[in-house]
């Protein structure tokens, strides 16, 4: 029997902007695809008679030229039988031929109708003004171009955006919008959709534009003075000098220098400090510039990082300063970006262009920087805005379909501590192998450098090491839960991603995937209107469970919009900036790693147990961190040592989606009709459903494929072609499983939710 696990009360709702029904109807007909059926029939009626005749090698040479798209010539010894055979299949070619032509050339006008609509042109503008200027709205001027291989390319990047809008769960803007889900107490066991009540959106300056801001507002000599300077608490001040041992940093104290650092706690501005040496602020700066030039002593202006009201408290720590021109014309500035934030929030699509071209003008004049930056980087915030928008549904799910549903998701949360288990064991014994013969306790900083990338195994696609399965053929699998063990007892915490199906008496549940996270109050928290109740979800798990006691948030310097604010103690182990002096934080030589043979061990100044809690998914997999974490709770990635995985299930829930690997050379050398055929037998052979979501080796994410759509087939040419491997992975919920509609269509979504499993001893 599984541990018990409960889920949240409160959930986040993510969905797709955009129906699937328009993805779908960008696929040829069911006539031709029959079409296409009768071919492979007749193809393999000719191969087969000329097997018949001639032998294999004269079979094998056959089907390689029809794979090839070419006409095979045939012997006159061959006889009748295969020359009719060869007839029947030039002439149901010539025929398919002809439809595809003209079926192709209806897509392509439905491509462009769709590539038109004004909602989709304005997603397109606002994830990347570039490609839109640049290509879509070319794309949309004048006649249909000719079917060329250029048209075909700006086709496939059409159509890559398409399937991000109608089947990606992710969360941006109206085209990735964010909802929330309720189980609501009542005695039911039902999901229901019910109307929002909040359709919205909420534009922001993005971090590092605010942090841009506040650099260019500390260049200023009116307003240096008044500055906020810190000292940076991974130096240790002695007498003659400050050190940081752990990165090989000393830089010597002059007698001044010494009393500077000793009343900056309560003189914490060149101002400020002046008047408490009694000497001018220009000796002052003289005896700072040095210090903040080593890093001892960081000075800037500070701002919240971690809010939605970063850039209001950017302002009013503008506003706090001194009266001074600099201050007048800084907020000035920022009164007229905020003021072009707000036109653009409400703004549609023609008024955006022009105000993001201001706002970014306005940005590079007042900060001396490029108003755009990390073009195509995944996960990094490339304009000075970003957005999101709330959904016109909300979910409230029964008392009884939501425990019905942490029954089933429960064996799968089971088996994935078990495997976070043996995952951070492995990490545990990977750090204490580098640690070697160390025995003394490290400080924190200490610790990390020594235990540098270049020390430990890790990989930017594939952090966690699989568990290979044998060779399976069935298409569905069930494990037990304890397929990978038990977990040690105790409490835990995941964040799930999980999908309903619907089907005929209900829904199938599917634990699409296990991050080890709670669910924080963060930029998933836009549109939630009571705080305290979002925050209770993981807040009664941490105030209530034994395990969590010692649980500490490794403070880490926000990256894009995404942030998460932990409710408890942070360490701080990285300053580089003002902004990562976190009052009341935890530093890095407060606390220590001891070595032990079973790995390193977390202490705090009185030796008491503590646990690293990371905010980010890169750092749940990253060994030195993650081998002092809160036992784990990670997806266990299960593969197979052949070409094909089933659908694995687990304790009444599908845990794995059906998975193929196969070789890029599958289609990688034919084009047009003959990758449609390509395609349609590796996809009859293997057992793909229409729809699949493709990962090659040079992606991060992957891409929904429609295999009876040409655009989607030059898609998955493209992928085919850079790279070396492709996996292919079912699309499920499938599209007559997807539930959340509306008068457009289907939408595909998910649900996070904050999953829970408690210590027995809990009282």
Known sequence: MSERWTLGEVFVLRHAGFPFDWLEGLGF????????????????????????????????????????????????????????????YRARRASLSARYTEERQELRRRLRERAAEPSIQEAVFFSNPAMYENVWSRYLEGESKPDNSDARRVERQVYTYLQRFCAKNETTSFFGPISYGECDGDDGSDVRVVPSGNTRRRTFLTFWAITELARAVARERGVRPYLPLRPNPIFKVEAGRASCAPLKLEVALSPEAERLLAVLPTAPTLDAASR?????????????????????????????????GAFASLREAVAALPGSEARERWLSRLDELERLRAAFEEAGLAHRRELLQTLETRFTEYTGKPARRGEGQVYS??????????????????????????????????????????????????????????????????????????????????????????????????????????????????LPDVCLAATGGGYEVLLARVHHHLLLWSWLSAF???????????????????????????????????????????????????????????????????????????????????????????????????????????????????????????????????????????????????????????????GWPRFVFVRSTTERKPYLIDTASPFALELLLYLSRAAEQLSVEEMYPAPEQLWLKDERGRYTCEMRMQAVRWSEERG
């Open 29 to 88: 007909t069911e006539g031709l695809r029959s079409e296409v059926a009768a071919l492979l029939e007749d193809e393999r009626a000719l191969v087969e008679a000329v097997r018949t005749a001639a032998g294999e090698d004269a079979a094998r040479t056959v089907r390689e030229a029809l794979e090839r798209g070419k006409a095979p010539s045939l012997k006159p010894k061959y006889g009748p039988g295969c020359a009719q055979a060869l007839e029947r």
């Open 276 to 308: 408490a040496l009694g000497l001018p602020v220009e000796s002052v700066e003289r005896l700072v510039v040095p210090l903040v030039k080593s890093a001892v002593v960081l000075l800037g202006l500070p701002f919240v990082p971690n809010d939605f």
């Open 381 to 494: 915030d490339r304009l000075i805005l970003y957005e999101e928008a709330s959904s016109p549904f909300r979910l409230k799910l029964g008392r009884r379909f939501s425990e019905e549903m942490a029954a089933k998701l429960s064996g799968g949360l089971e088996l994935s501590a078990a495997y976070g288990d043996s995952v951070q064991r492995s990490y545990r014994e990977q750090v204490r192998d580098v640690l070697g013969s160390e025995e003394r306790p490290l400080d924190f900083l200490e610790y990390a450098v020594r235990l540098r990338p270049d020390q430990v195994s890790g990989s930017r696609f594939a952090p966690v090491p699989p568990i290979q399965l044998d060779e399976d053929l069935s298409r569905a699998r069930t494990l037990p839960e304890d397929f990978l063990g038990n977990s040690k007892p105790g409490g835990r915490y995941a």
């Open 528 to 686: 939630y209107p009571d705080r305290a109740r979002y925050e209770s979800v993981a807040g009664q798990w941490l105030q209530g469970e034994p395990a969590a006691k010692g649980l500490v948030g490794l403070a880490i310097r926000r990256r894009n919009k995404g942030f998460y604010v932990f409710p408890g103690r942070r360490l701080v182990y990285s300053v580089s900036d003002v902004l990562d002096v976190e009052q009341g934080a935890l530093k890095p030589h407060d606390v220590k790693v001891l070595p032990t043979p079973e790995g390193p061990v977390l202490t705090d100044g009185e030796g008491q147990r503590l646990s690293l809690y990371m905010p980010l998914d890169d750092f749940n997999t990253y060994p030195p961190f993650a081998a002092l974490a809160h036992p784990q709770v990670l997806h266990a990635k299960l593969r197979t040592q052949g070409r094909h995985l089933p659908r694995l299930s687990i304790g009444g829930a599908v845990y794995q989606r059906e998975r193929w690997e196969l070789p890029t050379t599958s289609f990688s050398q034919v084009s047009g009709m003959d990758l449609l055929l390509a395609v349609e037998r590796e996809r009859r052979a293997s």
